[in-house]
Nanobody
Framework: QVHLVDSGGGLVQPGGSLRLSCATSRMIFSNYVMGWYRQAPGKQRELVAT???????NYADFVKGRFTISRDNAKNTVYLQMNSLKPEDTAVYYC????????????WGQGTQVTVSS
């Protein structure tokens, strides 16, 4: 059974930073595009950023220049460094793993709450 474990969320003031981590197990990490999504109360889940096994990244416009996605293929872990946080970044953040070839194979982490408030 594939496991994705999200961590690193918390309460932070506007302008602050957080680093999310997603540790994976029981999967061939390099076969997956890893991503972070978020879901705010009353809203649909939305893409934040993705990264391929080769390190190519893609970001939603609303996080460009503030968030950085990275992966450590040796540790089977993906990260999301979030800087200059805004109240509108408040959401539950979910890690996602999508197989590069069999794209309907998808796994999700349990989510980690990020709250940006003064």
């Amino acid at each position: 059974q594939v496991h994705l474990v999200d961590s690193g969320g918390g309460l932070v003031q506007p302008g602050g930073s957080l680093r999310l981590s997603c540790a994976t197990s029981r999967m061939i990490f390099s076969n997956y595009v890893m991503g972070w999504y978020r879901q705010a109360p009353g809203k649909q889940r939305e893409l934040v950023a993705t990264i391929t096994s080769g390190g190519s990244t893609n970001y939603a416009d609303f996080v460009k220049g503030r968030f950085t996605i990275s992966r450590d293929n040796a540790k089977n872990t993906v990260y999301l460094q979030m800087n200059s946080l805004k109240p509108e970044d408040t959401a539950v953040y979910y890690c996602n793993a999508q197989h590069q070839i069999v794209t309907n194979v998808n796994y999700w982490g349990q989510g980690t709450q990020v709250t940006v408030s003064s």
